[in-house]
């Protein structure tokens, strides 16, 4: 009964950057309950928090719940989402975009979750230990950080493509144990198998979809009886009519807007 | 069947309607429609008659195009006089006439020497000072008739400033036949005039009764009024005086006469005053003007009135001319039509369009300046050669003595060819729709000039002239001596430009008119007239800073030393001659473009001691502004550099050995690369005592006062490098990039090796330092931009446009492409970069920078400009270019048009057609200035609505501004038009002065002088791109867009202005995906959500921080 009416409600919280902050933004927090827990997001330790504004980071966001006990993790996001994070493999790390969050805390204990939903104040996100990175720090920061000497941008090179390499074979050898007949006799039919198909992709599906219709088509008698002829006719003035009528109408578009006043 | 068909279309749509009615289904709606549907039918498969045929075929073969003649029919219906002013002005007329001819007869001799008349008249006489005291006896005579003429007579008037001329013919034995010297014969029309204004004057159907002069002919007023009542906000009506054919002999005003005696008009009474001294051509024909009215009138009669076609096409030609503001009256129109009528070149049965044009075929190939034409036939008037000695421009009357054209100067005749050869042009151009710029464009001095001369002071600039003029010509023009002034001046300035300029083309604004109770002095007191130059300049030559003279052993040596005096020197150049030589000021770009001004200056204090102070001239104003303040060099020398640099690194990348896949092409894509960047990036000194990482410098994070210490900002030249072919490319997105990221390194290691370049290879480009400049390449490949659009939807794979592919695509793909063309577009016009830069810095100034008004989006604007000129050409200076894209985007109807760009002329009328189609501007993202180059479909970064609106608005605002202060107030320093308005903006954030970078650049700060490095650093890659004002403003964006604007001036705007969006201060929503920035606010037992606009202005604070110096909050 206690969980279903902390569902409804957020409790709102300001979250203030440093002590004497004047104008803090206000955040608001509920537990995360959701039907089927992630393993990142366990039952009863979560926390949701919107509302985070944009400087915030994670480091900062612990020292802001430091009252209510240890903070196991925090997940930044962009939108709240209840699907498990999946790490895509990509080259170059994602663009770290400015904007309000949401974020996913897991608690080490359920306790903590309680004593943090009945929190009336937040720490601020700066602590004496971390200080948030923003302005001119944090732009020298990252322009010092982009400049890469060539042996480490040869190593990233080197680890991201023996990664590609590796996950492309297991992925060659898992389709073709898939070709393998199974249990009831079925066969899967891959890119790379002895059993010839087509790609997948909408360019083909479009051309077979044109093959069929074309092959209806041919079928059809369209030119045959009287009234077929006469109407094809109708039809061939009536869009002439059509286009004639929308002519006129430029034309009068046209006189309204220039007026034809030279003076 | 064949006969049936005939039958068909009304047989069968009666058969279609039947069906219909047998199916049930829209019967009850047919029923009662019966009757109209009849006619609808009849519209609708009529076969087509004779009538439509004919005027099918009329409009294929006599007119341009369908829409020509629509466009010309529309025109001609709105400027036609309405019936029912015409009904009106009937009767009003009929009412004038009789008051008119009621005139009382007077038998006294007044003398016009003293003031007895104007005292019995109760008003003055419309002369001026020098022709009072003139003695001659004057008495009254009635005359029979007063006329309507002119246009409104001939049925060719516009029904816009409509002035209906009357005409009353002055009785010969008012003159008596001494009064056709020393403008006795003027002094008497003018009391003649004011007897006929004092008659009016008891009529309370008029009002306004004025005097005024025409063409700046002060010796010969009209008598201007307006009825009362509604009529009045119709037309004017004018008086003019003529008088009776027979008053004197035509040959006494042959051209070689004399009728002005020198005595007379130097006051000299020395005894040689019966001498009869030089010809006064000039003066003969203003006589001549009121002696031949009737003949020619009658012969005009003869022509025009009977054909429609005729008075459309003088009308047409009348529209054309009124847009051009040249000086050439309705009149003169009509006698050029009938001429040409007279000699074959047109007939009656031509139609309107084809006597315009015929006309402009004539008149640009004719040469009235030395083969004048003549309406008169018969060998008893003096010979054309005798007109050619003494007028500039000839063509004569009816009656072979009057030059019709004895007002216009040669500058203008060439003004007028040349329009017409425009006009010719712009007819023939398929591809724009020329009627527009043809009637309906105005075309303002600014518009059509790249350069105009004009005088603050005019009376003492007439007075420097005319006391260095010869006694000759001054005898000639009498008291006209505007004319003359404007004469004199035109030689000169002819003479000392030469082939710098295609045209000079006087203008002369005096239309005076002044109420009739006032003496002509006492009204003109400081009403100055106006006489401006306009000059057009040839872009080839214009620039040129040395004048060549003739070799030093040759007598014309001689001539030219002492028309260039002290300018002219010895000058022995490296072909081996030695001849004399002017040599003009100009190393940069920016001063050379200001040679002509520079000539205009030295000539008019050389030959008549005007100092350029008392001159004001058009189109230097802004060059200040293009030259980089301190670098000593303007946009097209950094732009040039930058070039030359691009090259050899192009060419080092070409011969890169040792690579997988060799260099097929590498393009620029920065605005450096068309010359468009008002801020090049220079050559920079080696940096002092760095950090370095590899081969590249890195922020040094020390503050100094309590500011951190920046590098100087450096911008990087982008450029897109293409690799040959190859299969090999992984099929998926991080792979791809991984392997473009190792093309980088290796690109980057053999450029160190081979050429030894200081390299930085990243992931996404390399920067590579040539000759001080930082270059940064990318590979493009059009496998990114697919594998971006792809997307897997139920195992299926499908493209769909994403964000980063549109962008990619832009940048890699279409960028090149247009930059190319643009760095030819400057080729041809040189002036076109630098207008780009003055276009982009006046939007920055305004903050409108990239990207509310995209970079490429002015480029192309500014391309707009050059590639359709019309009706003018394309502009040779930036000041006037600037002028002129300002009146492209006040002018252009964006919302329902889009323009397109025609790079290399080769689009064929139908491609612009289906280019218009694809890229209707009503499509959401459609860029709204296409070329063939852009693929269709792809969205490109344009202006929305609201900045375009905002951008049109101080558009107009700075063209006012602009035409006030240059053509009015003459006022040199134009450069308030740069200075934004913070009014109207929510929050303003102030930054600190020295980490903005280009804050050097603003129009407000001081000139600072720092030289350019003698060798620029080529070890180490300086910090480049670091702006933190950019970081600052892409972090608001990101993360405030949906609650603000923000504006920036991005050539060192230290206040970036924030606008809320409209409903900032309204309740919200609270919602889980959508709780951003907001607050709760209690309010009556329920909690309501509003956004934290304090949070937010504290944000701002906390982003900015160590760059934001102050939040004021309005």
Same mark, same amino acid.
């Given at each position: 009964m206690k969980a279903t009416k902390r569902i409804q409600e957020f409790k709102a919280l300001e979250l203030k950057l440093t002590k004497d902050s004047l104008a803090p933004h206000t955040i608001y927090l509920k537990e995360h309950v959701v039907r089927e827990h992630t393993k990142d997001k366990p039952q009863g330790r979560t926390l949701l928090i919107v509302n985070i504004p944009p400087y915030a980071d994670e480091k900062g966001i612990i020292n802001a719940f430091k009252d209510a006990g240890h903070v196991q993790s925090v997940q930044l996001c962009l939108k709240p989402s209840t699907a498990e994070v999946k790490t895509v493999h990509r080259f170059l790390p994602e663009a770290n975009i400015t904007t309000f969050r949401a974020a996913y805390i897991v608690f080490k204990k359920v306790a903590e979750l309680d004593k943090a939903l009945k929190l009336q104040e937040l720490r601020p996100l700066n602590s004496d230990e971390h200080k948030v990175k923003v302005g001119i720090n944090k732009w020298i920061q990252e322009y010092n950080d982009s400049i890469l000497l060539p042996t480490t941008l040869k190593k990233n090179i080197e680890t991201f493509m023996a990664k590609f390499d590796a996950d492309s074979q297991k992925a060659e050898e898992k389709e073709k144990e898939l070709e393998q007949e199974d249990d009831e006799g079925w066969v899967t039919v891959t890119k790379k198998g002895k059993v010839q198909s087509f790609a997948r992709t909408e360019k083909v599906e479009n051309k077979i979809m044109k093959k069929e219709e074309k092959n209806k088509k041919r079928k059809e008698l369209k030119n045959f009886y009287t009234f077929q002829i006469r109407e094809s006719k109708m039809k061939n003035i009536v869009a002439l009519r059509q286009k004639f009528e929308e002519d006129k109408k430029k034309i009068a578009q046209i006189k309204q807007s220039r007026r034809f006043k030279p003076f | 069947m064949v006969k049936r068909n005939i039958k068909t279309p009304i047989s069968e749509d009666v058969g279609v309607s039947k069906i219909l009615n047998e199916n049930g289904k829209r019967a009850a709606d047919d029923e009662p429609k019966d009757a109209p549907k009849r006619v609808r039918t009849k519209s609708l498969y009529r076969q087509p008659t004779v009538n439509e045929l004919n005027r099918l075929q009329e409009t294929e073969s006599l007119f341009n195009s369908n829409l020509f003649r629509l466009q010309v029919d529309e025109i001609i219906q709105e400027v036609k006089v309405k019936e029912k002013t015409e009904k009106k002005f009937q009767q009003f007329f009929t009412e004038l006439k009789t008051h008119l001819l009621a005139i009382p007869d007077d038998d006294t001799e007044y003398d016009l020497s003293t003031n007895t008349l104007a005292k019995k008249l109760k008003l003055k006489i419309p002369v001026n000072e020098q022709l009072m005291t003139t003695k001659c006896v004057f008495q009254f005579h009635k005359f029979s008739d007063v006329e309507i003429k002119g246009s409104y007579g001939l049925g060719c008037s516009i029904n816009s400033k409509l002035r209906v001329d009357l005409q009353i013919t002055v009785p010969s034995e008012t003159y008596t036949k001494n009064d056709s010297i020393n403008y006795k014969y003027h002094k008497k029309r003018a009391a003649y005039l004011a007897c006929i204004a004092s008659h009016l004057s008891k009529l309370d159907?008029?009002?306004?009764?004025?005097?005024?002069?025409?063409?700046?002919?002060?010796?010969?007023?009209?008598?201007?009024?307006?009825?009362?009542?509604?009529?009045?906000?119709?037309? !004017? @009506?004018?008086?003019? =005086?003529?008088?009776?054919?027979?008053?004197?002999? $035509? &040959?006494? *005003?042959? +051209?070689?006469?004399? %009728?002005?005696?020198?005595?007379?008009?130097?006051?000299?009474?020395?005894?040689?005053?019966?001498?009869?001294?030089?010809?006064?051509?000039?003066?003969?024909? !203003? @006589?001549?003007?009121? =002696?031949?009215?009737?003949?020619?009138?009658?012969? $005009? &009669?003869? *022509?025009? +009135?009977?054909?429609? %076609?005729?008075?459309?096409?003088?009308?047409?030609?009348?529209?054309?001319?009124?847009?051009?503001?040249?000086?050439?009256?309705?009149?003169?129109?009509?006698?050029? @039509?009938?001429?040409?009528?007279?000699?074959?070149?047109?007939?009656?049965?031509?139609?309107?369009?084809?006597?315009?044009?015929?006309?402009?075929?004539?008149?640009?190939?004719?040469?009235?300046?030395?083969?004048?034409?003549?309406?008169?036939?018969?060998?008893?008037?003096?010979?054309?050669?005798?007109?050619?000695?003494?007028?500039?421009?000839?063509?004569?009357?009816?009656?072979?003595?009057?030059?019709?054209?004895?007002?216009?100067?040669?500058?203008?005749?060439?003004?007028?060819?040349?329009?017409?050869?425009?006009?010719?042009?712009?007819?023939?151009?398929?591809?724009?729709?020329?009627?527009?710029?043809?009637?309906?464009?105005?075309?303002?001095?600014?518009?059509?000039?790249?350069?105009?001369?004009?005088?603050?002071?005019?009376?003492?600039?007439?007075?420097?002239?005319?006391?260095?003029?010869?006694?000759?010509?001054?005898?000639?023009?009498?008291?006209?001596?505007?004319?003359?002034?404007?004469?004199?001046?035109?030689?000169?300035?002819?003479?000392?430009?030469?082939?710098r300029v295609d045209l000079i083309q006087p203008i002369i604004e005096d239309d005076f008119s002044w109420p009739i109770k006032k003496t002509l002095d006492k009204a003109r007191a400081g009403v100055d007239p106006k006489l401006s130059f306009g000059f057009i300049l040839n872009p080839e030559n214009a620039m040129n800073v040395v004048e060549k003279g003739p070799p030093a052993n040759l007598p014309e040596a001689e001539q030219f030393r002492a028309f260039w005096g002290d300018k002219s020197e010895l000058r022995r150049f490296q072909d081996g001659s030695i001849t004399e030589t002017c040599v003009w000021e100009g190393e940069a770009q920016a001063e050379r473009r200001t040679v002509t001004k520079q000539i205009v200056d030295y000539l008019m204090k050389l030959k008549y001691g005007i100092a350029p102070s008392q001159l004001f001239q058009v189109s230097w104003q802004l060059e200040g502004l293009l030259a980089r303040r301190g670098a000593g060099a303007g946009p097209e020398e950094g732009s040039l550099r930058a070039l030359q640099a691009f090259d050899l690194l192009r060419r080092d990348l070409r011969q890169l050995t040792q690579l997988p896949l060799d260099i097929s092409a590498v393009y620029g894509v920065s605005p450096i690369f068309s010359y468009s960047c008002p801020v090049p990036a220079l050559p920079r000194a080696a940096p002092h005592n760095p950090w370095k990482r590899g081969n590249s410098c890195l922020v040094k994070d020390i503050t100094r006062d309590g500011l951190p210490v920046l590098p100087e900002y450096t911008p990087v030249c982008k450029a897109v490098v293409e690799l040959g072919h190859s299969g090999k490319w992984p099929g998926e997105i991080h792979a791809f990039r991984c392997l473009k990221a190792a093309f980088h390194l290796q690109i980057a290691e053999s450029l160190t090796k081979q050429y030894s370049l200081p390299t930085q290879a990243s992931p996404t480009h390399i920067d590579v330092l040539k000759n001080g400049l930082v270059f940064r390449l990318e590979i493009a490949h059009p496998k990114e931009i697919t594998l971006l659009r792809r997307e897997k939807e139920n195992g299926v794979v499908k493209y769909r446009e994403s964000e980063e592919s549109e962008r990619l695509q832009n940048e890699t793909v279409l960028l090149p492409k247009l930059r190319g063309a643009l760095h030819g577009l400057h080729q041809k016009h040189p002036s076109f970069g630098a207008t780009c830069c003055l276009f982009k810095r006046w939007l920055s100034s305004h903050l409108l920078s990239d990207p509310h008004f995209p970079c490429l989006v002015a480029d192309l604007m500014v391309a707009a400009v050059f590639l359709q000129p019309q009706p003018s050409q394309p502009p040779a200076s930036p000041t006037v270019g600037l002028y002129r894209v300002l009146r492209l985007l006040t002018d252009f109807d964006w919302a329902r048009d889009v323009i397109v760009l025609d790079f290399n002329d080769d689009l064929t009328r139908e491609d612009i057609t289906k280019l218009e189609q694809q890229f209707s501007p009503e499509s959401p993202g459609s860029p709204r200035i296409v070329s063939a180059y852009d693929p269709p479909g792809l969205a490109r970064p344009r202006p929305d609505a609201r900045v375009l609106a905002r951008a049109r608005a101080l558009a107009a605002a700075t063209l006012r501004y602009v035409e006030g202060s240059l053509l009015t107030e003459y006022r040199d320093n134009i450069l308030p038009m740069f200075v934004p308005s913070l009014a109207g903006y929510d929050v303003l954030i102030h930054l600190h002065r020295p980490l903005v970078p280009h804050c050097l650049e603003r129009v407000d700060s001081p000139p600072r002088l720092q030289k350019l490095p003698e060798t620029p650093g080529h070890e180490v890659i300086p910090v480049v791109e670091f702006h933190p004002v950019l970081k600052y403003l892409e972090e608001l964006r990101s993360a405030y867009s949906e609650f603000a604007l923000f504006f920036h001036d991005l050539y060192g705007g230290e206040v970036i202005a924030v606008l809320w969006t409209p409903d900032i201060k309204e309740d919200r929503e609270f919602q889980l995906t959508n709780a951003t920035g907001l607050k709760p606010i209690p309010s009556k037992g329920e909690t309501k959500y509003r956004v934290n606009v304090q949070a937010l202005i504290e944000d701002f604070r906390i982003l900015g921080q160590g760059l934001v110096k102050d939040i004021t909050v309005n």
């Open positions: - | 159907t008029i009002e306004d009764l004025q005097y005024s002069y025409v063409n700046s002919c002060e010796t010969k007023p009209v008598l201007d009024f307006k009825p009362v009542g509604k009529l009045g906000n119709h037309l !004017s @009506v004018r008086i003019h =005086l003529v008088c009776e054919s027979d008053a004197y002999k $035509l &040959n006494r *005003f042959s +051209p070689d006469r004399n %009728n002005l005696r020198e005595a007379w008009l130097f006051k000299d009474d020395s005894e040689n005053s019966t001498e009869i001294g030089p010809p006064t051509p000039y003066y003969n024909s !203003s @006589v001549l003007a009121d =002696l031949t009215a009737s003949t020619n009138q009658e012969f $005009l &009669n003869e *022509f025009l +009135p009977k054909s429609d %076609n005729l008075k459309q096409a003088a009308v047409l030609l009348k529209i054309w001319l009124r847009q051009r503001n040249l000086p050439v009256s309705g009149y003169v129109v009509c006698l050029l @039509v009938a001429y040409y009528v007279q000699i074959k070149r047109i007939n009656n049965i031509m139609s309107s369009y084809q006597i315009v044009r015929n006309i402009w075929i004539a008149l640009k190939a004719s040469e009235l300046d030395t083969k004048g034409i003549s309406l008169h036939k018969g060998d008893s008037a003096p010979s054309i050669d005798d007109f050619h000695k003494h007028f500039p421009v000839v063509f004569v009357d009816k009656t072979g003595y009057y030059n019709i054209l004895w007002q216009m100067n040669r500058g203008t005749y060439s003004a007028l060819k040349r329009e017409c050869a425009l006009a010719v042009e712009m007819l023939d151009n398929g591809k724009i729709n020329s009627f527009l710029p043809l009637f309906m464009t105005p075309v303002r001095p600014l518009m059509k000039f790249d350069h105009l001369l004009r005088f603050k002071n005019l009376s003492q600039i007439k007075e420097s002239v005319l006391s260095k003029t010869s006694r000759e010509s001054k005898v000639n023009y009498g008291v006209e001596q505007l004319s003359l002034v404007a004469d004199v001046l035109y030689t000169l300035l002819a003479k000392g430009l030469g082939n």
